[in-house]
């Protein structure tokens, strides 16, 4: 039986063999991802961000244990641009999830970069449709870090809670101005420790300013997620972003925005395999090089000889 | 006169506006590359990095005026892939560098994403270079955060110090794990304070580990940069390592890695503004996603069409 029909028939290993070929770029994963497709549009995405130490991954498994109390499925896909490792539960902080990775109702699995140059968004964007068509209902994206690339990876989600903790540093006012726009939610985390109403205040103070948000304020929830106390409010708190972004006819909106997103990245990562293939493998890039060193040329005079050379 | 003249004969003006034109991808700013392309290759460029919160911006000023004694001129490109602000000293933690930009040998510049889907690393780079062209002896690209875009940026430095701080929290190991290759220099910021110790055999076992670093051993160089202890101890290092990539040929294909890297990088975004003209300027993208969510179709096989339609 081939993969796509054991995925669809609920094999967890057809799941993980999938998102294993998703990452390393295997010939068949257009293939698989072709015919995984017609299944997706069902699954509930929640994007789990902010900085370092916010403790984000605790508070995503205490939301998991939530809703599989509620009878969902989860999947939780944890990202992380900066570690080269992937795969199942290696990341440090994966492994207190351990009670979670018994219950067959949880699909975890981490991703890194392997070194590759990029498309981890959309590789990421792939993983969650495969999770999507396997029948998870509820689907985690967290990502450690607030650059450039998580904030790709988070465009993705339906819903995205941004977790920030008391006493961040000098930094945080850069951070905050950063994701002030892709938080639907705010968690503050270790809400016990000092400082959390002076954060709260400075988001709140953040939130009025940005003209952005006429229809949805986004909420700021205090959350001690060692403890569980305030997981049941974020949780509420979510459900009503996604009730609203329903009604509106936000989701729709943002749904379109993210499949032409994925799209264009597809085809930009399509191309530049391709660009790849001509250029790097061919020793092209390597005489390039040697002329740009020798001054004879110039970056900019050769992309546009290849434009000309490749493009119709 | 142009602007290409009048930022070789040292027009400060001439440099701001050169970089406000790579920010803006504005038409003529590879005209305006292609003419200072002959100019660069003779400044030094030190990349620092870190978490947010270590202090990198404090730690950069201090090392600036220890080169401006040295009859150095210093160029600082601060770079906040979080941050929608670019342009002169709007970044607060920018704000404490007054003193320094009074000096004339010193040119400082924030560049934030301006809203723009990548890129940031290619126009980095194309600012190092305007910079180099107007004469600037030792070029700073400073970049908060540990991301990947982040990692793609301090590529280009020619010596890279990684700033850490004690007690960063849980998360640590991961961005460790991340920043461990592209560190040529490591920096414990913050050094009187506790935890100080532990990071550093932390890291000396970190780096115990690694099998890459067979020829060059990255130090690790105590700081504490508010009160100016180890910056002098610091440059030594920075010195003794640009000495060793000098003397072992490691520069000469560093630099020739990175001129690769930056062609494959400026074609993939020429090829994107072509695509979005192609695909998105069309109305083609709009059809595209309706099909796609009414399930007609999938992103791989329009994918494959518009390589087919676009491509000779």
Partial sequence: MDIVKELLNGSRLALARTITAIENESEETAAIMKKLYPHTGHAFVIGITGPPGAGKSTMTDKLARA??????????????????????????????????????????????????????????????????????????????????????????????????????????????????????????????????????????????????MSKWRPPIQKVVSSRGDGIDELIEQITKHNEHVTETGELIKRRRERAKTEFLELLQATLGKYIKKQIVDTGKLNSYVDSMQLHETDPYTIVHETMDSLLK
């Fill in 67 to 212: 809703y599989r109390k509620m009878g969902k499925t989860v999947g939780i896909i944890a990202v992380d641009p900066t570690s080269p490792f992937s795969g199942g539960a290696i990341l440090g902080d994966r492994i207190r999830m351990n009670s979670l990775t018994l219950d067959e109702g949880v699909f975890i699995r981490s991703m890194g970069t392997r070194g590759s140059l990029g498309g981890l968004s959309h590789k990421t964007a792939d993983a969650v449709k495969a999770m999507d068509a396997f029948g998870k209902d509820v689907i985690f994206v967290e990502t450690v870090g607030v650059g450039q690339s998580e904030v790709d990876i988070v465009k993705m989600a339906d819903t995205t809670v941004v977790v920030l903790i008391p006493g961040m540093g000098d930094d945080i006012q850069a951070i905050k101005a950063g994701i002030l726009e892709i938080g639907d939610i705010f968690a503050i985390n270790k809400a016990d420790h000092e400082g959390a109403d002076k954060l709260q205040v400075e988001l709140n103070m953040m939130l009025d300013l940005d003209s952005h």
